[in-house]
């Protein structure tokens, strides 16, 4: 997630001559300097919520046993599971734990300052939901994840690739909406966020058109345009509020699985 606009996922297109499926990837690798904070988070906290990759499915139960819920309660599979891809240097990611504390969270990043950060948040806010998974998100979804195992998928602030040259390299596009709707349970939900309106166009048109989707705002809140109303769990961050007083634009979108 990008809601403090670090380094965030996006398609990653250097042999544009081949398929979007065998060349994509959720983000393009930057360097960062990690803090001492992070570092020291990454070293004590990461070989409890860092998720390593495999090449297989894993159980998306196991990994959150060793804490329980706000309620005292042992997580289990009757707890929500949602996949973040991308959370930037963490700030809302770790708001929305607090707020969903009984919702288990899969953060996708590779963003090593980034991943620090968030575990040096779930260690000052003793978060319980939330484990990291340092790795591309397309082969998280492709290897690790199994059609229905999702209640939810996050998406905020992807980089927009602003030049229409570039466009073609922006997250959501057609083939990954359909591979997240596949791993989504019937009723799961599909959040993307974004203050790039014409990314939010191709959003609602690329999400649109995945017949496994449909769009509740479309008939509930018709004069939204087909855009949802920010859902009570997404905090506003400070660089959101700066640009909303600056006149700047958010467009929420929330399609749910068939």
Not at 198 to 213: G, I, K, N, R, T
Request: aromatic letters at 8%; one cysteine or more.
């Amino acid at each position: 997630m990008s809601t403090d606009h670090a380094p965030t996922p996006h398609a990653a297109a250097d042999n544009e001559t081949q398929p979007y499926l065998r060349t994509i990837k959720s983000f393009v690798k930057r360097t960062g300097r990690m803090g001492s904070g992070q570092a020291k988070a990454m070293q004590e906290l990461g070989p409890q919520f860092l998720l390593p990759y495999q090449a297989s499915a894993i159980d998306l139960v196991a990994p959150y046993a060793s804490r329980t819920s706000s309620r005292g309660q042992s997580f289990t599979q009757e707890n929500p599971l949602i996949l973040e891809i991308g959370f930037g240097m963490g700030e809302a990611t770790a708001q929305i734990a607090t707020t969903l504390p009984d919702t288990r969270f899969l953060c996708c990043e590779v963003h090593e300052p980034g991943v620090g950060a968030l575990l040096k948040r779930i260690g000052e806010q003793d978060l319980r939901n939330i484990r990291i998974c340092a790795h591309d998100a397309v082969e998280v979804l492709d290897n690790m994840l199994t059609p229905g195992c999702l209640d939810g998928v996050h998406i905020f602030f992807p980089d927009p690739w602003h030049k229409a040259r570039h466009n073609k390299r922006r997250l959501i596009q057609s083939p990954l909406v359909a591979k997240l709707a596949g791993r989504l349970k019937s009723g799961g939900y599909i959040h993307c966020a974004t203050d790039w309106e014409p990314y939010a166009q191709q959003m609602l048109e690329v999400l649109s058109a995945e017949p496994l989707l449909h769009n509740p705002a479309a008939t509930s809140n018709p004069e939204l345009g087909g855009y949802a109303p920010k859902p009570h769990y997404r905090p506003l961050t400070k660089f959101e509020n700066r640009g909303i007083k600056l006149g700047h634009g958010v467009w929420d979108l929330v399609f749910v699985r068939r």
